[in-house]
């Protein structure tokens, strides 16, 4: 009996890794808008908005590298990567002084997150494709920094499924015991999906209209417009 309650026991942690744009604020149309404003003013180039699913890894760094290799043959230098992140934050400050909405948290996701930190064995943990920086503004800006979530992001790693692999290291450091964990992501998008599939996780998409369509097409299991009938 022992045994086996401790089996139960093991078998009750959680990974929870969560993406921001989209899925936990609704930054998503913003933060691609004023990525590309920040872009064109330090490049000093017309302004283009394209989507991320055109790049190769969605990501801040993956796009800003891949864009700067189509047009100038190399990879942005530290400084043009840093003038990129400071115009970017600009942008993101000047956007939420005009439009606050753009900024707030999807329904649900405060007390949602708060739940969960209060169950037995849950650990959770942020992954962004998004810079730390402009991270920690919006999960300001959405009231969500006060919940203390580890942060991965592009500044830890270029690709997707190695910004989950990040967070999910900083998640399990909340584990007091180590064994078996169930992984569980959250996403907005097509390429959270297929991040979470290469992880070998459990997925759950946030996603209403297109959005949703396209992840139940493409096989994901659950798909929900918020977190409000998440909390069992």
């Known amino acids: ?36 404003r920040a872009i064109s003013e330090v490049f000093e180039c017309p302004e283009e908005i394209r989507e991320p699913g055109e790049f190769n890894h969605v990501t801040d760094t993956g796009i800003l590298q891949q864009w700067c290799r189509e047009n100038y043959g190399q990879p942005p230098d530290k400084g043009q990567i840093q003038a990129v992140k400071s115009a970017f934050i600009r942008h993101l400050q000047q956007s939420y002084n005009q439009v606050p909405a753009e900024f707030t948290a999807i329904k649900g996701a405060r007390e949602y997150l708060g739940w969960l930190l ?10 962004t494709g998004g810079w730390q920086l402009s991270a920690h503004f919006k999960l300001q800006k959405a009231g969500l920094d006060t919940l203390g979530l580890p942060v991965a992001s592009s500044d830890d790693a270029v690709s997707r499924i190695a910004i989950l692999r990040h967070a999910r290291r900083k998640a399990r450091c909340q584990l007091n015991t180590a064994g078996l964990q169930d992984i569980v992501c959250y996403g907005d998008a097509l390429w959270d999906l297929t991040a979470s599939r290469n992880l070998g996780a459990r997925f759950i998409g946030i996603a209403s209209g297109d959005a949703a369509r396209q992840l139940t097409d493409a096989g994901a299991e659950r798909v929900v417009p918020d977190y409000t009938g998440l909390m069992v």
């Not at 089996?7 to 993406?19: E, V």
């Open 118 to 127: 209060q169950q037995p064995g849950q650990a959770l943990a942020i992954a």
């Open 1 to 36: 009996m022992q045994q086996q309650t401790q089996t139960q026991n093991i078998a009750l942690q959680c990974i929870h890794l969560l993406d921001l744009d989209g899925t936990l604020v609704n930054s998503a149309s913003i933060d691609n808008l004023c990525f590309w």
